[in-house]
């Protein structure tokens, strides 16, 4: 007993000599309070086989999950999205200041800036924008050693409420331990917890979820408290994260389908200074560009838009598409496109040249007003829709996105049926691509009359548009009009190389917005 316990002086000061010497914490045994820890460095933990089967995993989810140890990007989506502009003014400029300080300092003044005043049951965006750019930031290397293990607990610097969505419905970690914010009569104060209380959670969750017999840690040597429960802990620094791979898509434990929010970038301090500098030309360019497309003829405007940036790509089968004979003309054309924009319809008109009368479900009055092409408003009652249909289709070539609602992931939702009430139609499907450098012009639970103010004010904007093969006759004549729909909607994400979903309008409202999208 006196041996062992002299063996663990001489180890406790070993590990205080090395870590004094060196300045690093990672080849040292050291002594917790309850048992003996061992360090390692990560990258030991890439070569080991041995099963994490039965292990559960406590990370870092700056400090180790995350690429970048920054937490100003996430700080900024909050202060943007949740608070509005002037706040993400605020923040951007009083980083410079705050960094000084410490890490500390930069999160405290931070997170104040970022909550200070925001009502806590609309605070929605760690569901609904976060989990993207965390998504993207997450590291290949450690996300696969985090797979291996059976329960995942997260530790961050951040408030819980920004971490938590992601950490367990993207990854499905048990529990997140991170800062709590206070709250006065339902509003955020913008302070947070004292740190000692996130050991505390920590210990609470630990001893319910009865995990303490085989806990593991990945993460940054200034987060030693929080692994104090842990066997084995596997620290990492900003020099091995700079070389790991990001997450690919097709690894996503869960697809990200629906997301919100109107920053299309991720807003690092450069990346949020040049927006802030590119916006007041955004607004002279989304004029001009607003004035190009409705006052000039296509074949005027087309060039024009394309050197202001909005790009453009058109391909079309080489069997033609569009009906020629005036028989077929007479039963008229539909041209039935996935939806990524709000500006589909006038780029596929644009694309064709000609005017062409667009179907639309949800689109703002403004939007409505500013179009360039008429714009026509479904009702969702399906028999009113299909007298409506059914009349214009007589009249003029008419644009839909059976959709119902823009999606900008590589997906395509459910294509609502009502297209194909009119067998004789010409159906001409579309397959439409949409890519924005800046801005997203699309929202759920915004103020959709700036849709397309924010779509104009993109530096650049591209758009591809593939004409497939306009539908045989007696495909349409065969099938029911649900499965020509299935198959109209297959054959769009095969040209895309999308996923068809059987998703709706409905569950893309309920997940971004919590209503049913009947607006
Ligand atoms: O993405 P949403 O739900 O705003 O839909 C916009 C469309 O233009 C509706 O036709």
Redesign the pocket.
């Known amino acids: 007993m006196a041996e062992k316990q002299c063996y663990m002086k001489t180890l406790h000061f070993l590990s205080k000599f090395l870590l004094t010497k060196t300045g690093k914490a990672l080849y040292f045994q050291r002594k917790t309070t309850s048992s003996l820890q061992t360090s390692h460095k990560f990258a030991s933990l890439l070569h080991e086989r041995e099963s994490l089967s039965d292990k559960t995993l406590v990370f870092d989810v700056e400090g180790a999950l995350l690429k970048s140890s920054s937490i100003f990007p996430y700080l900024m989506h909050v202060a943007f999205e949740a608070g509005g502009i002037l706040r993400a003014l605020v923040l951007l400029l009083l980083y410079p200041i705050i960094c000084m300080f410490g890490r500390d300092i930069e999160t405290t003044v931070g997170v104040f800036v970022c909550f200070v005043g925001i009502k806590k049951n609309n605070f929605q965006i760690e569901r609904t924008v976060l989990p993207k750019f965390f998504l993207e930031d997450v590291g290949l290397e450690v996300f696969d050693v985090m797979m291996r293990c059976e329960k995942k607990i997260g530790v961050t610097d951040m408030p819980r409420v920004m971490v938590e969505g992601f950490v367990k419905d993207y990854l499905g970690a048990e529990a997140v331990v991170g800062r709590e914010l206070k709250t006065l009569c339902g509003y955020y104060v913008g302070l947070m917890e004292a740190k000692t209380a996130e050991n505390v959670a920590l210990n609470e969750i630990i001893k319910e979820k009865k995990l303490d017999s085989q806990v593991i840690g990945i993460g940054s040597s200034n987060k030693q408290q929080l692994f104090s429960h842990c066997k084995v802990v596997y620290f990492l620094n900003e020099a091995e994260k700079s070389n790991w791979q990001v997450l690919p898509r097709e690894n996503y434990p869960k697809s990200l389908i629906f997301h919100d929010g109107r920053l299309a970038f991720r807003p690092t301090p450069p990346a949020t200074l040049a927006m802030f500098i590119w916006i007041p030309f955004g607004i002279f360019l989304c004029i001009i560009r607003l004035v190009i497309v409705t006052q000039l003829p296509y074949k005027f405007s087309t060039p024009i838009l394309n050197f202001l940036g909005m790009r453009g790509t058109l391909t079309t089968t080489n069997s033609g598409t569009i009906p020629v004979n005036p028989e077929e003309k007479s039963n008229g054309v539909l041209y039935v496109c996935n ?1 990524k ?2 500006l ?1 319809p006038v780029y596929i008109s644009i694309a064709l040249g000609k005017p062409l009368v667009a ?5 703002s009055r403004i ?1 409505e007003l500013l179009s360039p092409i008429k714009t026509i408003r ?1 009702t969702r009652n399906k028999e009113k829709d299909a007298k409506i249909l059914e009349k214009y289709s007589k009249e003029s070539e008419i644009v839909i ?1 059976p959709e ?4 900008r992931e590589p997906y395509i939702l459910r294509f609502s049926p009502l297209f194909a009430e009119n067998m004789n139609a010409n159906i001409v499907p579309i397959a439409i691509d949409f890519q924005v450098s800046m801005f997203y012009g ?3 639970s915004g103020f ?1 009359c700036l ?1 397309p103010i924010f779509i104009l004010m993109n530096p650049v904007t591209n758009c591809s548009i593939k004409i497939l093969d306009r539908l045989r006759k007696p495909l349409t004549n065969e099938k029911s009009k649900f499965e020509v729909a299935n198959f109209v909607q297959k054959q769009i994400a095969q040209s895309l190389n999308f996923q068809p979903t059987y998703l709706t ?1 409905k569950d ?2 309920r997940l971004l917005a919590g209503n049913e ?1 009947i ?1």
Not at 359 to 363: I, L, P, R, V, W
Not at 404 to 407: D, F, V
């Open positions: 939806h924009t709000l589909d179907f639309t479900y949800s689109a939007s479904l996105c119902g609602t823009t999606c699309t929202t759920a959709k849709d309008r893309k409202y999208g607006i």
